[in-house]
C-alpha cells in the first residue's frame, strides 16, 4: 500500500494558503445535499460539527454522555499555545512551528505541524469572541505563561480550567447550530462499527445507551472525534468513558492506525494509592512554573518532608537540566522521576512519588499569588491526598496522559479509507512522538475550527454519493456483527469481570510497554497480551441486560478492544527499535541517558494494517521528509 | 483507619417508566482513600459476579470537572462536603457501620433513566435557547482588540466555572434551574462580546427554563449551598436584571 500524505508543493510557509486556493468548493446553495456525521463532541468533534452546520452542511452529531459537554477535553487544565507574542519575548508563526516539530523528537510531518502553527492564533480570536473569559491583566489585555518545555510565555489560560472553557465555547456554538436545526445532536450513543459502502465511509452503526437498540446512521462522510486509547493501560488521567473502540472499528474496517507506541506519560500527576483505584487524576504542568521538583539525596529517607534540610535534598531537574530546570519537556520529567524512584529514592507512602515544592514560590510571591494561580489545583490535591499543599509539598508521580499516536490521515485529515476523516487526539498527526503541554487543546481545535471546514469541501465536491437505506447489505452486515459481539459477551457467564481484565492489561501494558521498554519486555507483552485477551473471551462475566441501560456491557466490548490495541501498541513499540520522544527503548540510549534516536532507520510513521482476528497487522511506512528543520539530538542541559 | 463496612438504600428503577424502590446492600473493605464512586464501583463488581444488574449511575471525569457525577447523598445533591462533586468525595469523610442513602436527582424536568441516572438535557435546551455569542468561526477579530476589565474578566469566569451538574436543580425546593441558567446569562453580560444579544439572550433562555418545567427562584439559596463550583446566587440576581431590562425596553 502505498501511503500518500498529500502534502502540498511549495515553500513551507506557503503551503496551506496555496493549498485551501486549489481545494474544491462546494457552492453554499449546494451544501445542504450533503451530509456528515461526527463522532465525538469534544474540542474536535464540537468544532467541526459546529463550523460544518456554519457552512451549511447536514451534520449528525454523536456522543456517548448526556450532553456534548462532558467531553474530556474539558478536563484539560494548563493552557492553550498560539503564536500571538503578545509578551514581545521572540515568539512567532515559526517558533511555535519548530518548538513543536523539535518537541516530537522529529516524528511529525514539517507541513502539518506549520499549519497548525499558523491556525494557533485564529483560535484564541475564536475563543475571545465566544465569550471565553480568558486570564487578562490589569490593562484588560490577555495574559500569557509559559509552559512546560517553551522558553516563550505563549500560553492562554482561564484559571486551571481552560479546557473546561474551550469545550463550553465550542459547545455553544454546537448548541447554535442545534437550535438552528442544522445539527442534529444525538446523546448516550456508542458508535460500534464503520459503514463501508464501495470503499467509501458512509455510516455507523450505534447502540443507544438508554434503549440498547442498534441503529444505523448513513451520511457523505464520517469524521472520528473521539479522543485517543490511553485507558489501554486501565491506570491513566482519562475519562472513565474514555475508549478507543470507535477509531478501533474503523481499524478493522481497514483504516490505517499509526504510531501506536507513541503515548504521553504525564510527569504531575497524584500518586496511585490503592488496588481500588479507578483513575489518576492529573494535575497541570504549569504548577512546574512555580513548583521545585525534589527527592531526598539518600535512599530510603523517611522523614517528612519538611524535616529534611536543604543540602539532604536533590533538585534533581535543576541539577541535571541546568537551562530548561524543572520545566523540561514531559517525556524528560517523567523518565526522571522514574530514575529517582527506581533508585530508590521516591516518596510518600508506596515510595512510588517525588516532591513538588511550592515553598520557595509562596515565600518570594505571597500565598495569595500562588492560591489565584493555582487555588483549584491546590484544592483537589488536598481533596484526595488530605495533605494541605500549602504547607507540605505536593507528592507527584507519571501517569499515562495523551496518545500521540491513532489513525492515519493525510494532510486533509482524511485517513486511507475515502470519506472517513479523523480530528483530534484520534489521529496521528502533528505531535510526532511527544506532545508539547498547552498544545492537544489547539490541536483539536484547529483540526475542527480551520482544517476540516476547508478540506471535506474538496472531497465532497470530487465524489458522487448515491442515497444508502438502512436495508442496504453493509448496513444489515454491519448491525449483525455489532449484535454478534454483544450476543458473545452476553453468552460467556464466566468467574471474572471486565474490570479484573482491564486492570491486568493495564498492569501488563504500564510493566513492558510503559515509560522504558526493551526487546524482551515487548516480547513477553506480545506473548502475554494474546492469552489475556483468549481468557476474556472465555471467562468473563457481563451484567445480563442488553435492552437496558447497562455500562456494564458498554464497558466489556471497550475492554475487548482495548486487549487487542494494546497488543497492536507492542509490536509497534517492539518494531522501533530508537528512543524518540515518549518512546524510549532502553536499548537506544545516549551516555547521558537521553532518548537517542536513529534517524537513518527510523525517521517514519509507522502505519498498520489489520489483516485478519488471527493474523499478524502490516507495517506500512510513510517516511518523513525534513526540509526546512535540522534534526538535533534534543538536548534540555 | 481500619477499613469500613457499610450500608448503602439506593434507589433502584429499571427504567424511565417502571416505579422505582430502595434496595439496601452491604459493602465491606472500603477503604478511607477510596473516592466515594470507587465504593460504588466495589458494590458493582459484587453485583456482576453475583450475576445481579449493575447499579447505574453517571460519572466520567471523575476530577470534578465533567459534571456527570449525579448522587443525592444522604438527602444532600454531592454529599456532605461544601464546594465538591461526589466524584471528589472521599470514604475517609464517612464512619465504619454508617447507613448511607443515596438517590438520584429529583426533578420533574430531570425524569430518571435508570436507578441513579436522570436526564439533564434540559440544561442542553437551555443554553440552545442562548447559551452563544452568534460568531462563525473564521469571523473573529483578533483577541486582543477589545480589552475587557481583569475585574469583569474575573467574574466571567466564577460564572463560567460551572459544569451543569444540576445539584442546584436537585436542592431547590422549586427545583428551579435559575443558578444555572443565571451563570449562564451573567457570564455573558459581564464581558462586550455578549453584549449585542444581551436582551435576546435573557429573555429565551429564561423563557425555556420555564418551558422545560423548572420552578422559580425563591431565595432558598439552597443551590449555592451544594454547587460543587460554589457560584453564587449573586448571578441569579443579575439574571433578573438582565430579564427584567430584556422585558421592559425594546431591542
Known amino acids: 500500500m502505498k501511503l500518500d500524505s498529500k502534502i502540498p508543493e511549495g515553500p513551507l510557509a506557503e503551503k496551506w ?46 456522543c456517548i454522555q448526556d450532553s456534548p459537554r462532558r467531553a474530556h477535553s474539558i478536563a484539560a487544565q494548563g493552557g492553550i499555545n498560539a503564536a500571538k507574542n503578545y509578551p514581545n519575548d521572540g515568539d512567532s508563526i515559526w517558533r511555535l512551528f519548530y518548538d513543536t516539530i523539535k518537541g516530537g523528537d522529529y516524528r511529525s510531518r514539517e507541513a502539518n505541524v506549520y499549519r497548525l502553527a499558523q491556525v494557533s492564533n485564529n483560535i484564541i480570536d475564536q475563543g475571545v469572541a465566544q465569550g471565553i473569559p480568558f486570564a487578562r491583566e490589569y490593562g484588560g489585555l490577555l495574559d500569557n505563561r509559559s509552559f512546560g518545555g517553551a522558553q516563550v510565555s505563549r500560553t492562554f489560560y482561564a484559571r486551571g480550567q481552560t479546557g473546561q472553557q474551550l469545550l463550553l465555547g465550542a459547545y455553544s456554538s454546537l448548541m447554535r447550530q442545534v437550535a438552528k436545526k442544522q445539527v442534529e445532536l444525538i446523546t448516550r450513543s456508542e458508535m460500534l462499527d464503520l459503514i463501508l459502502v464501495d470503499g467509501k465511509a458512509r455510516g455507523i452503526t450505534t447502540r443507544n445507551l438508554i434503549t440498547g437498540e442498534i441503529e444505523t446512521h448513513m451520511a457523505d462522510a464520517v469524521a472520528i472525534c473521539t479522543g485517543g486509547y490511553g485507558n489501554a493501560y486501565f491506570l491513566s488521567t482519562n475519562a472513565k468513558n474514555s475508549n478507543a ?20 506519560i504525564h510527569p504531575t500527576c497524584i500518586p496511585f494509592s490503592g488496588e ?46 541546568p537551562s530548561f530546570g524543572n520545566l523540561v519537556p514531559r517525556d524528560v ?9 527506581d533508585d530508590g529514592r521516591g516518596v510518600g507512602p508506596s515510595n512510588v512519588a517525588v516532591y513538588l515544592d511550592f515553598a520557595d514560590s509562596i515565600n518570594r510571591l505571597g500565598e495569595n499569588v500562588i492560591r489565584e494561580k493555582y487555588g483549584n489545583l491546590f484544592d483537589m490535591y488536598e481533596r484526595i491526598i488530605d495533605e494541605n499543599p500549602y504547607k507540605t509539598p505536593m507528592m507527584i508521580y507519571p501517569a499515562v496522559h495523551y496518545t500521540m499516536g491513532g489513525l492515519w490521515v493525510d494532510y486533509n485529515l482524511m485517513s486511507n479509507v475515502p470519506g472517513l476523516f479523523v480530528l483530534g487526539e484520534a489521529n496521528f498527526s502533528d505531535h510526532g512522538a511527544n506532545r508539547l ?3 492537544a487543546l489547539m490541536q483539536g481545535l484547529a483540526d475542527g475550527y480551520f482544517v476540516i471546514p476547508y478540506t471535506i469541501g474538496d472531497y465532497l465536491a470530487s465524489n458522487s454519493f448515491d442515497k444508502i437505506e438502512s436495508s ?65 473471551w472465555q471467562n468473563v462475566t457481563v451484567s445480563s441486560d442488553k435492552d437496558l441501560m447497562n455500562k456494564d456491557l458498554e464497558f466489556a466490548g471497550r475492554i475487548a478492544d482495548f486487549l487487542e490495541i494494546g497488543e497492536l501498541m507492542a509490536r509497534d513499540a517492539l518494531d522501533r527499535n530508537e528512543s524518540c520522544g515518549g518512546h524510549f527503548r532502553l536499548e537506544s540510549q545516549t551516555d547521558e541517558g537521553e532518548a537517542k534516536r536513529k534517524d537513518d532507520e527510523y525517521a517514519y510513521v509507522s502505519a498498520w494494517e489489520y489483516k485478519g482476528d488471527d493474523k499478524k497487522p502490516a507495517l506500512h511506512k510513510e517516511e518523513l521528509t525534513f526540509e526546512n528543520v535540522e534534526l538535533t539530538q534534543r538536548s534540555y542541559k | 483507619m481500619a477499613d469500613m463496612t457499610l450500608t448503602l438504600k439506593i434507589w433502584r428503577q429499571k427504567d424511565r417508566k417502571s416505579p422505582g424502590k430502595f434496595v439496601s446492600y452491604t459493602v465491606e473493605n472500603v477503604s478511607e482513600h477510596m473516592s466515594f464512586l470507587e465504593m460504588m464501583d466495589v458494590l458493582n463488581e ?16 471523575r476530577e470534578g470537572i465533567c459534571g456527570m457525577c449525579s448522587l443525592v447523598i444522604n438527602g444532600r445533591p454531592h454529599g456532605q462536603e461544601h464546594g465538591t462533586a461526589t466524584c471528589q468525595l472521599h470514604m475517609r469523610k464517612f464512619n465504619d457501620g454508617d447507613i448511607i442513602v443515596i438517590e438520584p436527582w429529583r426533578a420533574a424536568a430531570f425524569p430518571v433513566l435508570k436507578d441513579l441516572t436522570v436526564d439533564r438535557t434540559a440544561f442542553d435546551r437551555i443554553i440552545e435557547a442562548g447559551g452563544y455569542t452568534s460568531i ?5 477579530a483578533d483577541s486582543s482588540a477589545i480589552l475587557v476589565p481583569k475585574s469583569d474578566a474575573e467574574e466571567a469566569m466564577d460564572a463560567a466555572s460551572c459544569i451543569g451538574c444540576g445539584a442546584c436543580v436537585a436542592a431547590c425546593p422549586n427545583a428551579s434551574a435559575s443558578l444555572f441558567t443565571a451563570a449562564k446569562i451573567s457570564q455573558f453580560a459581564l464581558l462586550p462580546q455578549g453584549q449585542t444579544e444581551r436582551k435576546r439572550r435573557a429573555a429565551n433562555m429564561v423563557a425555556q427554563m420555564d418551558a422545560e418545567g423548572f420552578g422559580d427562584c425563591s431565595n432558598h439559596a439552597e443551590c449555592e449551598a451544594v454547587c460543587p463550583k460554589e457560584i453564587s446566587i449573586t448571578h441569579i440576581a443579575r439574571m433578573k436584571r438582565e430579564y427584567f431590562k430584556a422585558m421592559v425596553f425594546d431591542e
Open chain 2, 136 to 140: 462563525n468561526a473564521g469571523g473573529a
Open chain 1, 17 to 62: 494558503d496555496k493549498h485551501k486556493f486549489d481545494l474544491k468548493l462546494v457552492n453554499p446553495a449546494n451544501k445542504r445535499k450533503y451530509s456528515v456525521i461526527v463522532v465525538g463532541t469534544g474540542l474536535a468533534g464540537a468544532s467541526a460539527a459546529s463550523s460544518l452546520a456554519e457552512l451549511g452542511y447536514n451534520v449528525k452529531n454523536i
Open chain 1, 333 to 341: 520529567a517523567s523518565r526522571n522521576a522514574k530514575d529517582v524512584v
Open chain 2, 46 to 61: 459484587q453485583l456482576i459476579k453475583k450475576g445481579e444488574d449493575v447499579v447505574e449511575f453517571d460519572n466520567d471525569c
Open chain 1, 245 to 264: 473502540t470507535a477509531a478501533w472499528r474503523c481499524y478493522k474496517r481497514g483504516a490505517l492506525f499509526a504510531n501506536p507506541c507513541f503515548t504521553q
Open chain 1, 276 to 321: 481500588y483505584q479507578s483513575k489518576l487524576t492529573l494535575m497541570s504542568e504549569s504548577l512546574r512554573n512555580d513548583g521545585r521538583v525534589w527527592v531526598p539525596k539518600k535512599q530510603g529517607d523517611n522523614r517528612a518532608p519538611n524535616d529534611i534540610p536543604e543540602d539532604e535534598r536533590d533538585y534533581y531537574l535543576e541539577e541535571r537540566y
Open chain 1, 472 to 536: 442496504h447489505e453493509a448496513c444489515q452486515e454491519s448491525i449483525a456483527l455489532v449484535n454478534d459481539k454483544m450476543d458473545k459477551l452476553l453468552a460467556i457467564k464466566g468467574e471474572k469481570t471486565s474490570t479484573e481484565f482491564h486492570r491486568e492489561l493495564g498492569k501488563l501494558m504500564w510493566e513492558y510497554v510503559g515509560m522504558a521498554r526493551d526487546e524482551a519486555g515487548l516480547k513477553k507483552a506480545i506473548k502475554e497480551i494474546p492469552k489475556l485477551r483468549e481468557e476474556f
Open chain 1, 437 to 439: 503541554g498547552a498544545s
